[in-house]
């Protein structure tokens, strides 16, 4: 298995003369302004980009398909960013790929074309069928496509054998209804995008406090002393938090970030929609920034909270809530013994964080009475992805910063309902108290045994174990590991079947059989049966609030996720279901109904959701409950990870760049860190290019070699950037072929995107 193949068709090089200037110092400010603008009126068009822009984030509008940051109690006339338009741009364009496109297109037509290209086409119109052998698509009716996908279920030889993903853009109410059919069709196959993204925060967070999420609110930011941003780049992929960071700046909150790189937004930002942010320095951000070795979070956190030790041991009773640790946490005194035998020198080593640095940041969490902790992938997409979330909660409960306002846990989900879709019950590993539920109330036998998860829903299609593929939106292809297995367990399925509102890579690489089920985006009108229906989210924080389209959808016969779900259902169980399909679809709230019938927390669920600022799910935590095994959080121990980095080797992070979403490509350039033009590009520490004897914009070629295999991505560009020494950072989707798929986080089988052992040769 290699890619050494430069003509790999499954990801095209498109790039063009790479262009390489010193990343701004402020994020936002004009340039967001201006972008936004030019995203939103060439894909829309001037009248439809600005009604659309100013409906986004509104009570009566719809939730923005970007990220899962939540809206403030009190709204902005335009409460959106830069990114947030874009990707509301990029789904509410004008342009559409009909079946004429796909009579002209040929598939290994499209092949040779860039992901960003496929994008860019349009949306797509009519259900489409490519049959064996043949390399088109064809337009058929929904009602064949149903039958289609029900007869190759129905004569699988187990329930088993078909894998159902999902994308975090599904609403609660087409989560709901999914995992309701495929249970009742008897599996829990039902990987998702968080299996590949906060998985680690879930299992993590689980084990040691008894939630799976964070536990602060959007309040929370405006009564804290600290925050701490570590593995996260909110100017990019979170921008409305800057709002949060910036009030919080402003009133002298002190922002630690902890990064491998200094990414803009981190460093000082100016809000493109205030005064102050047209003209002016803007907000400096980070009063302390700390330049970490990939991965050396754990040793970094380590060597915080024993300059606190050191610092309780001097002041007895004074840095620590012994108090609090005392009523609500168990495995201290490990903890404590762990922390005296780790060694200084070790966790300068694996930290890149010299011992000053580290007291600052160490002086910050003592001085603050309240303290929040924010992450995402920076954290979760190791090895030690669930170590480094358990790591964070230790620093968390020395000064019982858990459980009070202005202090806690702050996961930064991705999707806009990913966390809203693990709460509807998608998930490979239900709890045993969610089936009976599901049981009692729909008279259905629900599967007991645990799903297959993304990673192991690769490796069941290559083997053969699975055969049929179902995506509820997403790009499995693109998003997931080791593109090049991945695209071979497609190949192998008996049928792949993909929902979706744009075209892109993963639509070429399919099963003998492929569908491709155009559906309803966030921002069009979903009519149904008995009238205009909304959908509800769940935001970041815990929020549930209904979204509604207004637009007129793409085409006359796009279906909405619920409906699909619901033709699905009907034509796999025929008359002999015990659930009545088509009214819930008929009208989404008895799909809230139902909801709150199995799911707790959902009680007058749609009264409730119709209340301004819709209303926020129960968590214990956040009330100072920990509703683990014990009773009680958990102080854990864990060991500093090392990479034994040999010479000529790097540690590889996969990351976003500002004008991407996942991998929906939107251009080429990444103006916050000052490159044009190319994705193919690989960012090393100057000293590391010199001494390998290489020039910034030289091609070369990424290896990775794992177990005996060896993975390579040709023709990448060397940028010089400032970043420690052994690391190297590259785009994801490019550089997912080097990530091997057996390379995944312990317990949370999160692929480790941000820590792949690299080697650079020249590229010929
Ligand atoms: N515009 C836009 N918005 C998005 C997305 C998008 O693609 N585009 N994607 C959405 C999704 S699904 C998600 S999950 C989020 C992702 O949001 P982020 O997690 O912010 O996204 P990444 O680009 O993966 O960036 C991770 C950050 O972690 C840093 N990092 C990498 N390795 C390490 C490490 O070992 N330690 C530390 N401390 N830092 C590290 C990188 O330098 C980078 O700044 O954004 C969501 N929002
Ligand atoms: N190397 C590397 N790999 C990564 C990551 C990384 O940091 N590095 N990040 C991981 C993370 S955090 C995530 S979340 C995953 C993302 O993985 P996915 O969620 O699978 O990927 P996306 O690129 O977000 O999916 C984009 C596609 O979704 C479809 N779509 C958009 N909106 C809708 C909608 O409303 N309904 C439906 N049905 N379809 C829609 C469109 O067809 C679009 O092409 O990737 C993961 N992969
Ligand atoms: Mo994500």
């Given at each position: ?412 989900r991705g999707h806009s309902n990913v966390q809203g879709d693990r709460t509807m019950g998608i998930w490979d590993r239900p709890s045993e108290a969610f089936l009976d539920r599901l049981e009692e109330v729909f008279a259905i036998d629900a599967p007991r045994d645990h799903g297959l998860d993304t990673v192991h829903a690769i490796k069941a299609m290559k083997s053969g174990e699975a055969k049929v593929f179902v995506a509820m939106g997403g790009n499995f292809l693109s998003a997931t590991p080791d593109t090049d297995y991945t695209a071979e367990a497609l190949k192998n399925c008996r049928l792949t079947v993909q929902i979706s509102t744009k075209l892109n890579r993963g639509h070429l690489v399919t099963g003998d059989r492929a569908l491709i089920l155009p559906c309803l985006g966030r921002t069009e009108a979903d009519e149904q049966a008995e009238g205009l229906q909304f959908v509800t989210v769940e935001n970041s924080m815990g929020i549930v609030h209904p979204s509604r389209g207004k637009l007129e959808p793409a085409s006359s016969d796009l279906l909405s996720e619920p409906a699909i779900v619901a033709g699905m259902a009907q034509a796999t169980f025929g008359e002999s279901s015990s659930i009545p399909w088509a009214e819930l679809v008929a009208d989404y709230d008895r799909i809230r109904d139902v909801i709150e019938e199995v799911i707790d927390g959902f009680e007058f669920y749609n009264r409730r959701v119709r209340q301004p600022g819709g209303f926020a799910l129960p968590n214990p935590a956040r009330e100072g409950r920990f509703e683990t095994e014990t009773g009680k959080a ?131």
């Open positions: 298995m290699t890619t050494e193949d430069p003509n790999d068709p499954i990801i095209v090089n498109d790039d063009e003369d790479l262009q390489v200037s010193p990343p701004p110092e402020v994020a936002g400010g004009i340039p967001a302004v201006m972008a936004t603008m030019k995203h939103a009126q060439k894909k829309m068009g001037v009248f439809r980009g600005t009604k659309t822009l100013l409906r986004l984030n509104k009570e009566d509008g719809f939730d923005c398909p970007g990220c899962a940051w939540p809206d403030p109690a009190h709204r902005a006339p335009a409460e959106f960013c830069e990114n947030g338009a874009k990707a509301v741009a990029d789904e509410a364009m004008s342009d559409t790929v009909g079946a004429e496109f796909f009579q002209k297109h040929s598939i290994s037509d499209l092949m040779k074309k860039s992901g960003r290209w496929l994008n860019a086409q349009g949306r797509l119109t009519h259900p489409l069928l490519r049959s064996p052998g043949s390399d088109h698509y064809e337009e058929l009716s929904w009602e064949d496509a149903f039958s289609l996908i029900a007869d190759e279920l129905n004569a699988l030889d187990s329930p088993d054998e078909a894998v159902f993903y999902t994308s975090g853009r599904t609403s609660n109410e087409a989560a709901f209804l999914y995992q309701l059919f495929v249970r009742a069709f008897g599996t829990n196959n039902l990987p998702d995008c968080s299996n590949m993204c906060h998985e680690s925060s879930g299992v993590g967070l689980s084990e040691v406090i008894g939630v799976g999420k964070g536990t602060v609110l959007l309040e929370d930011f405006d009564r804290t002393d600290a925050i701490f941003v570590i593995g996260q780049n909110p100017g990019t992929n979170h921008p409305r938090m800057m709002t949060a960071l910036q009030s919080a700046a402003r009133k002298g909150t002190k922002i630690v970030s902890i990064n491998p790189l200094k990414e803009t937004g981190l460093t000082r930002f100016k809000h493109p929609q205030e005064v102050r942010g047209i003209v002016g320095k803007g907000t400096a951000l980070s009063d302390l920034f700390l330049q970490v070795r990939i991965n050396g979070d754990v040793a970094l956190l380590k060597g915080i909270m024993k300059e606190m030790l050191e610092e309780e041991d001097r002041r007895p009773g004074e840095v620590f809530d012994h108090e609090f640790i005392k009523e609500n946490t168990t495995g201290f005194d490990d903890f404590i013994e762990d922390l005296r035998e780790s060694s200084w020198e070790e966790i300068v080593e694996n930290s890149g964080i010299g011992r000053e640095e580290i007291r600052k940041a160490a002086e910050i969490a003592i001085d603050a009475d309240r303290m929040i902790c924010c992450w995402a992938m920076g954290l979760t997409q190791h090895k030690n992805g669930v170590a480094n979330i358990q790591e964070v909660v230790n620093f968390l409960l020395l000064r019982g910063q858990i459980g009070r306002p202005g202090a806690g846990a702050c996961p930064v958990g102080f854990t121990v864990h060991s500093i990870p090392d990479h034994d980095l040999q010479k000529g080797e790097y540690l590889m992070m996969t990351i976003r760049s500002h004008d991407q979403f996942n991998t929906t490509v939107y251009t080429n350039d990444d103006r916050y860190r000052g490159i044009k033009n190319a994705r193919r590009i690989v960012m090393l520490n100057a000293e590391d290019i010199e001494e390998a004897g290489l020039i910034p914009g030289q091609p070369v070629d990424l290896v990775s070699e794992y177990a005996g295999t060896k993975r390579v991505a040709p023709d990448f560009k060397v940028v010089s950037y400032d970043m420690p020494r052994k690391s190297a950072g590259t785009y994801f989707p490019e550089a997912n072929v080097l990530i091997p798929v057996d390379e995944y986080a312990h317990r949370s089988h999160t692929p480790a995107s941000k820590s792949i052992v690299i080697r650079l040769r020249t590229h010929q």
